[in-house]
């Protein structure tokens, strides 16, 4: 019974914070909607028993969101920037696609035949879940996690224009960097 | 050895946090009031008093302010400190002992960054606004080597349940098992509260950064919601690091109490003896120097599992 | 019961205090009392219920002053320190005005009323203020341009000395020196004739070191630098002061993380006197190279720079502090702590 009020609450406020995304005047007020939508669907998430699952996605979305913030608006706005604006553009398409891909999801949910459950779930889903990524998958879990790191990485390279030869001179002799802001370290 | 505590232990949490954190202000006034040539006993009154000053003072409004975030951003503090002190044991009993109370106290911890950013942006001030920017940076330089001190305690534990990590410390604290890990969560408990020398975003040199635009009771719950935090940070430095409620001849609530007070002492007394880290300084060092230094921790302790 | 009047008397003030040009001397008074009552500054208007102006007035700083009382929110009351004497009975009397309950809710009442006849909604531009303008930065990336100006009415900062600053996220772009209310034949506090045993470039040097420190996010060591400051201006004997002040020097001398906050910032080439040289770091260590030989039975200390250095200084302050972040910008404007008092009237030279 309060699991299925807390569901509820969290369904409704999570798709209502999800349409504000679209109707506050705001970039920040935009942003912190789409993190209130992601804190109630971690709140679900708690709901199926998956805490770890839960709790990883509030912590997650938080620290994610923050940094969003941080480029979508130092891009955009001026502080406290509650100039009209519009999350929306080309509203009569985007109304359109939207629809169609919300009634094409709607549809799949009532006609996929959804299969009986087998089995029961396990007393640790943590340990269930560690024991899915690291053991028979060890090897492609760590593979993808070297490979976004290689991403992340390489779009950093790509994305600087400075690089060893501006910071330590044409022979790479200079003992201290030429940094516009230098770090602490002297490197 | 963890129970669960009745429910009105819920209403418990923030009235030990608001006396923990009284108790930091009032050190912390009883030090400046001693630097200052005065008679430290004064500072036992400061905070009460201030509260006083800002309770008559009036609320601003400012042409263009985003209220709605503004006035949620600071009351975001004390409730983020309130809700990740719920897995905190006092003793053997928590108010609640989830399977991933470590995550847990992560996640709300991480709360405090959305809040000052809030705080900042929505006063429709560069003061405000760049001691939001400042808070984030502080919050991307100290999190990964504070997230990798707490896995060496989940990793020495077995579990990310704070009743497990407290149970393994039976024979051995972490403290003295894991001190890398302990000083780095240390660094980043000053870190994660913007206390002390890493309160620059809301320095003196931002004529108050994020707080540079609030006054009376909105300023009141920052000032008092940093505090709890503070000694939220404190206490669960207790359970993850120094043995949780384990200790002599007293109850185990007392030596979580005694030991969490401790902690707090030291906190508040490097606030007053340090000078302000300089975040584009700091950065570098979080980076290169102290996620390595965590990394290399936890593969020690994962050894120390392994062939224990 | 009234509530409002028992909170207030209750709770310990907190004064803003602003520097105008000339007005050094009366600063320290009111810093004294404020020390000695256990009041703290506040860090900007919106923290503060009393605003005490230290120093003779003029007609360009009022404006900026009067725009800071508007920001006060109340309880609030006002105290002008024209000299250091006037002190204490301008502060009680602001702090009387305060506690004046029925004048209070009167001057909260009519706030009220003005800003609501000024409100004027604006469909457009929320508050009615514009939109940031845009511009590349140093990436070459198109960021908002904010307007900042650093002083006069700001704490830990020269008198009178204004720096209006375009920023991007955090970083100074752009800068300009100007002085607030200078003007010619005024006569510097720490300039004048040292008739007490070399105390007095003590003094100044501690002062300059207490400002960086408060600056550089170290109040405690701040605080007890102006205890000792005040000490050592205090004519006649001060018994304890030299030892005091040795431990103060050996504990901020020690600080390797300040050393580490200053060293790179700031940096003046040779052609500069020589106070000025070095990054802050240097003229750090230089400040406490003065103390350290006046705290000891010796030679009296160097005078502190006279008229030119503090004008080479603002010379080459915008150079300075563009492309620096605002924190490292006013690290660089503490370490060079211009006596904004010696230099007399100031006009920025063209082209800077």
Known sequence: MVGTVVFAVCAVGAVASGVAVFVVDSMARATFALLASFLLTGVAILLLGLSYLGVLVILMMVMEMMVMAVFMIMYMMNPAGLMPMTMVHNRAGSLAVSGVVFLLLAAGIVLVPWPEREGTPPPDPTLALGEAIMGRHMLVMMLVGLVLFATMVAATVLATHRGRYERYGDDLRRGRPDDPIGGGLDR | MSGVAPPWAVLLVPALLIVLGYGAAAGTAALRARAAGAAPVSGLTAPARESARLLVQRRRTIPGTDTLLWRLGGALVPVAAVLAALVIPLGSTAVSDPSVGVVWFNAMEVVVWAALWMLGWGANSVWGLVGGYRFLIQGLSYELPHMFALTAAALGAGSLRVGDVVAAQEQVWFAVLMPAAFVVYLVSALAMAFWGPFGTPVGRDLAGGVAAELSGVDLLVLRAGRYVFLAAVAAMAVPLFLGGGAGPLLPGWVWTLVKTAGVLALLVWLGHRLPAVRMDRFTEVGWVVLVPVTLLQVLAVAVYVLVR | MDLTGWLLRRAVPRPFVVTTVGGTGARLAVERIVRERGWRRALSPADADLLVVCGPANADADEALDRVWAQLPGPRARARVGAPEQARHALDTARADLLDVAAQRRDADARDRSARAAADPDEDMPGGLPMAGRGEDRDGLTLDRLHLSLGPALPDWPAGLSLRTVIQGDVVQEAHVSLVGARDGAASFWGAPDGDRGGRSTAAALDSAQRLLSVAGWPAAALSARRLRDALLEPGPRPGTGAELRRWRHMVGRSRLLR??????????????????????????????????????????????????????????????VGQELASARLVVASLDPDTEAVGAYAPEPGT
């Open chain 3, 260 to 321: 580490w906050s200053l060293r790179g910032l700031g940096r003046v080439g040779d052609g500069a006197p020589e106070e000025l040289r070095g990054d802050a770091a240097d003229r750090w260590a230089r400040w406490l190279g003065r103390i350290g030989t006046a705290s000891d039975p010796g030679p009296p200390g160097a005078a502190p720079g006279g008229p030119d250095v503090a004008r080479t200084a603002l010379d080459l302050l915008p150079d300075l502090v």
